[in-house]
């Protein structure tokens, strides 16, 4: 059993971190992919002009609602990180780092690459909005500037740990009613 505390939570040694927001993303993403189909096949059979073809169409157009809509699940552990998406799961060692970007516009993401060649694509906002995630990434990226492996990055890291921790601040002061 977890004692409560007001310092940031960590996973223990040995435990995964998870998206806590995953799961809201997917709930939504099949929402809107059931909102589209549903009212689509009800509309073209009322109309009287819904055909073997057509299902199939309204079908794939659903999928592709869902594969647009559904946010990739990001989970953590000491030493690494992993991105699946609805293909693929890419994995990265966060002790290992050689290389991390961010590209900024309309879809900001993070790059990380490791030493091995392996790279993972991620939302920024998901490691803001997930501080277990942060800590496993940030301890791990730490594990990599002190062995050296590092080398391009280490400012991107910097500001997007200032911003996390000033979000995190800001909570604290508003949830303490100090704001």
Same mark, same amino acid.
């Given at each position: 059993?977890?004692?409560?505390?007001?310092?940031?939570?960590?996973?223990?040694?040995?435990?995964?971190?998870?998206?806590?927001?995953?799961?809201?993303?997917?709930?939504?993403?099949?929402?809107?992919?059931? =909102?589209?189909?549903?009212?689509?096949?009800?509309?073209?059979? =009322? /109309?009287?002009?819904?055909?073997?073809?057509?299902?199939?169409?309204w079908?794939?157009l659903?999928?592709?609602?869902?594969?647009?809509?559904?946010?990739?699940?990001?989970?953590?552990?000491?030493?690494?990180?992993?991105?699946?998406?609805?293909?693929?799961?890419?994995?990265?060692?966060?002790?290992?780092?050689?290389?991390?970007?961010?590209?900024?516009?309309?879809?900001?993401?993070?790059l990380?690459?490791?030493?091995?060649?392996?790279w993972?694509?991620?939302?920024?906002?998901?490691?803001?909005?997930?501080?277990?995630?942060?800590?496993?990434?940030?301890?791990?990226?730490?594990?990599?500037?002190?062995?050296?492996?590092?080398?391009?990055?280490t400012?991107?890291?910097?500001?997007?740990? /200032?911003?996390?921790?000033?979000? /995190?601040?800001?909570?604290?002061?508003?949830?303490?009613?100090?704001?």
């Amino acid at each position: 059993m977890r004692r409560r505390t007001t310092r940031l939570p960590m996973a223990a040694p040995g435990e995964r971190a998870d998206d806590r927001h995953w799961r809201g993303g997917a709930r939504f993403a099949l929402w809107c992919v059931l =909102a589209f189909y549903g009212p689509a096949m009800l509309l073209d059979r =009322a /109309e009287g002009t819904l055909t073997l073809q057509r299902a199939g169409l309204w079908t794939l157009l659903a999928a592709l609602i869902l594969v647009v809509l559904l946010p990739p699940r990001v989970t953590a552990g000491e030493g690494w990180l992993a991105v699946r998406g609805l293909v693929r799961k890419r994995r990265v060692r966060t002790d290992a780092l050689v290389e991390v970007r961010q590209h900024e516009g309309i879809s900001a993401h993070l790059l990380l690459r490791d030493a091995d060649g392996r790279w993972v694509e991620l939302d920024p906002r998901v490691l803001a909005a997930n501080p277990l995630l942060w800590h496993a990434v940030d301890a791990g990226a730490s594990r990599s500037r002190e062995r050296g492996t590092l080398r391009s990055g280490t400012d991107v890291l910097q500001r997007l740990s /200032e911003r996390i921790d000033g979000a /995190e601040a800001q909570a604290v002061f508003r949830a303490s009613g100090l704001e």
